[in-house]
């Protein structure tokens, strides 16, 4: 049995979940996120929580018993809370603002880098070297986070570059001397 696919969700309140055939909408506070889930599982929900199952024991289904019930979770909690990536820019001129819906990244290239933020994401700017992007789909958060990242990764002798706050860069030696 699958450890995570077993455990029930529990519906928050303020939390609405609807479910028809195999498309779940669950509407919070911060929004309203839908999805096409699996049409094997068996999703039920009850007055206060929803509970996934699965037709057989296959290999097959017990992947994908976790799998949507990891989806439905980060819905609710998407709704509820949200989602946030931090990334911090290292390097001397390296700098970040964010105008409307529109990312300026100067990255030591001949020209600044613009990235149009997509819809439902927002990202803040703290001291022009610390990001943080937000968004209740946390799979669009983390596409976001490393696009952004991907513009200038961080590189391994002097770490400059975008990397996220909790990464560590391995480091390595320069130039052996005579």
Same mark, same amino acid.
């Given at each position: 049995?699958?450890?995570?696919?077993?455990?029930?969700?529990?519906?928050?309140?303020?939390?609405?979940?609807?479910?028809?055939?195999?498309?779940?909408?669950?509407?919070?506070?911060?929004?309203?996120?839908?999805?096409?889930?699996? =049409?094997?599982?068996?999703?039920?929900?009850?007055?206060?929580?929803?509970?996934?199952?699965?037709?057989?024991?296959?290999?097959?289904?017990?992947?994908?018993?976790?799998?949507?019930?990891?989806?439905?979770?980060?819905?609710?909690?998407?709704?509820?809370?949200?989602?946030?990536?931090?990334?911090?820019?290292?390097?001397?001129?390296?700098?970040?603002?964010?105008?409307?819906?529109?990312?300026?990244?100067?990255?030591?290239?001949?020209?600044?880098?613009?990235?149009?933020?997509?819809?439902?994401?927002?990202?803040?700017?703290?001291?022009?070297?610390?990001?943080?992007?937000?968004?209740?789909?946390?799979?669009?958060?983390?596409?976001?986070?490393?696009?952004?990242?991907?513009?200038?990764?961080? =590189?391994?002798?002097?770490?400059?570059?975008?990397?996220?706050?909790?990464?560590?860069?391995?480091?390595?030696?320069?130039?052996?001397?005579?």
């Amino acid at each position: 049995m699958s450890r995570i696919g077993k455990l029930p969700i529990a519906i928050p309140a303020g939390v609405k979940v609807a479910l028809d055939g195999n498309k779940m909408t669950v509407t919070g506070p911060k929004g309203t996120l839908s999805r096409e889930l699996h =049409e094997r599982m068996t999703i039920a929900v009850e007055t206060d929580q929803i509970v996934v199952t699965r037709p057989t024991d296959d290999k097959q289904d017990a992947a994908l018993h976790g799998l949507t019930r990891a989806l439905i979770n980060n819905m609710v909690v998407g709704v509820t809370t949200g989602f946030q990536r931090n990334l911090e820019i290292n390097g001397v001129g390296y700098r970040a603002e964010v105008s409307g819906n529109v990312l300026t990244l100067s990255l030591g290239y001949s020209h600044p880098v613009v990235y149009t933020l997509p819809e439902g994401i927002s990202v803040e700017v703290e001291k022009q070297t610390k990001l943080s992007v937000s968004g209740i789909d946390k799979q669009l958060v983390g596409s976001a986070a490393a696009k952004i990242r991907s513009f200038r990764k961080p =590189e391994p002798y002097k770490g400059k570059g975008i990397k996220y706050a909790d990464e560590k860069i391995v480091r390595k030696a320069g130039k052996a001397g005579k």
